[in-house]
């Protein structure tokens, strides 16, 4: 049984998704053993206490230089045994230090097909703001392995998602998360608990 560790910054609406999959059976071999926010005051964190998981709190903002941060939160997931690292929403950066501790251990699920819309500064609303603004038809979701380049590392599972004429970004938002998000996440999380995710040259390879 794989140890999942969820790392969360605000409502928690994919950490939800997450511990619904585990309960009915969606991920397979593997248990969400901790959620950490960066966020005290996170809804996340409610989520979590409510289906007794333990729960930490980091906050980038505690720690004076970015490399003593990328250390504390690394040490923190070696102390919890994390097999693999979810960012479900978690809203800062991650580290030379724990991206190379975890490669390919960590995943990620962002709001929209990359590679449009994906990078630095796209995130949240922002990515969906984005997508109207350049008047896309499609755009949906990418679960994807995180490597040094934001939001470049290996994809696993993408699920394209209708833009519709009189879309804002919150209701743009709401129909990823609600077709594409909290169904593709719980699936990349299943198939890396059941050691069906290789990588090979940045490129994911899902074996059935
Ligand atoms: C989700 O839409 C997630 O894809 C996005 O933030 C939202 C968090 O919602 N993540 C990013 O933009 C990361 N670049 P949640 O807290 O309800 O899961």
Not at 9 to 37: F, M, P, R
Not at 89 to 114: D, K
Not at 131 to 155: M, Q, R, Y
Not at 168 to 181: F, G, S, Y
Request: with cysteine.
């Amino acid at each position: 049984m794989k140890n999942i560790v969820v790392l969360v910054s605000g409502g928690g609406t994919n950490l939800q998704a997450l511990i619904d999959a585990e309960k009915s059976g969606i991920i397979k071999n593997g248990k969400i053993s901790c959620v950490i926010s960066s966020n005290p005051d996170a809804y996340a964190l409610e989520r979590a206490s409510k289906n007794n998981i333990p729960t930490e709190v980091i906050r980038r903002k505690d720690y004076d230089e970015f490399f003593e941060y990328d250390k504390a939160l690394t040490d923190l997931l070696k102390s919890k045994n994390a097999d693999l690292i979810v960012l479900a929403g978690f809203m800062t950066i991650l580290g030379h230090e724990v991206i190379s501790a975890f490669e390919n251990r960590i995943i990620n699920i962002h709001p929209a097909l990359i590679p449009s819309f994906c990078g630095e500064g796209f995130y949240g609303l922002r990515v969906h703001k984005a997508a109207l603004e350049k008047g896309v038809k499609l755009s949906g979701a990418t679960a994807h392995f995180v490597n040094e380049v934001c939001d470049g590392g290996p994809i696993i599972i993408q699920k394209a998602v209708e833009v519709k004429s009189g879309d804002t970004p919150e209701v743009l938002q709401k129909r990823i998360m609600e077709q594409a998000e909290w169904k593709i996440l719980p699936q990349a999380v299943s198939l890396f608990c059941q050691d069906k995710i290789t990588v090979k040259d940045n490129i994911a390879i899902i074996s059935d």
